[in-house]
């Protein structure tokens, strides 16, 4: 049996020894705890109560436009310096001047995408859902998952997310097209990536006349003429899916006919939009703020900014158009100016 003076003692901790960085700080003052809380990183609200919780939407990004004599020369030549080996895809990305890529709005990503002639965008497949409008060039081609598209000045053709897919280049000329992607949303949802295919091209066949027609392609000759039955000098189009559906759950192009010398109906939404213009000249006023454009320009009108698009006196205008619609619908953020605001009550 341990002898009383063989069991250690306990240690007695006494108060005036406790470590001095240990002491409670001074909570004298609103100051006190708003730094104090902060080293904590327990920051407080209400002193930026407005800034999380604003009267009105507040994007970060502004309307922009981007014109195409000016941007494609930089593209054309990019092409001759940046070799196929070294560019997965040959893009300018159109970055609002408010933001960096990829925010071309805060919800949608622009640019423009070039290929040369006997080049071949190398396959690859990733979370993002892509769509591409064909502004220029003739003998180009997109291959989706196995079926070989052919691109037309005017069609729009879509990329459905993991679908494989690479682009090419026939005959002469470089081919030029504008992409739309939803990747800013991969920067609140990091569940982005990509994965690159074995060879620099998917096995893919050419598709029959009409194959994919409103379900991976949409040619512009068709859309131009269900605008130009529309009865009205405005007029506008979704492109859909068969069924009626929206063709992504996050993007949803559409396109506009303006007769000449007349204009679209005013509009401001929780919507952002990207549009290109594919025929014609106008104007656009967003909010106070007018912006000229023509044939080939490309411009962003970020959520509830008030617009309306004037086309100019000698011809029809053509705008293409593509939007966050479908994914703000869903989350059940859709509003337009106007709209009975006891109607959002859920």
Sequence with gaps: MASPSSIPKAKMLVP???????????????????EGASKVNAVPLWPQMVKYNPPVPNPRCVPHIWRYEEVRPYLVRAGELVKEKDAERRVLMLVNPEREGP??????????????????APAHRHTAFALRFVIEGNGGYTSIHGRRIPMNRGDVILTPTWNWHDHGKDGSGPMIWLDGLDLPSFIHFPVHFVEHYKETRYPAREVENGEGEGEIVFAWGGMRRALDEC???????????????????TLGPSAERIDAGTSSTP?????????????????????SDKFEWKQGDTFCIPSWYRYEHFAGPEQTVYLYRFDDRPMVEALGFYRSGGMDSESLVT
Excluded at 20 to 34: F, M, R
Excluded at 235 to 248: C, H, I, L, N, Q
Excluded at 269 to 282: A, C
């Design 103 to 120: 925010y071309t709005t805060d919800t949608l990503y622009a640019g423009l995408q070039l290929v040369n002639p006997h080049e071949t």
């Design 267 to 287: 509009r401001r939404e929780t919507v952002s939009s990207v549009y290109h213009v594919i025929e014609g000249k106008g104007h656009s006023n967003i909010n």
């Design 231 to 249: 009865p009205g000098p405005w007029a506008v189009r979704e492109y859909r899916k068969a069924d009626g559906s929206y063709v992504s759950k």
């Design 16 to 34: 005036n020894t406790l470590p001095t960085n240990n002491a409670e700080p001074s909570l004298s003052t609103i100051q006190d705890v708003i």
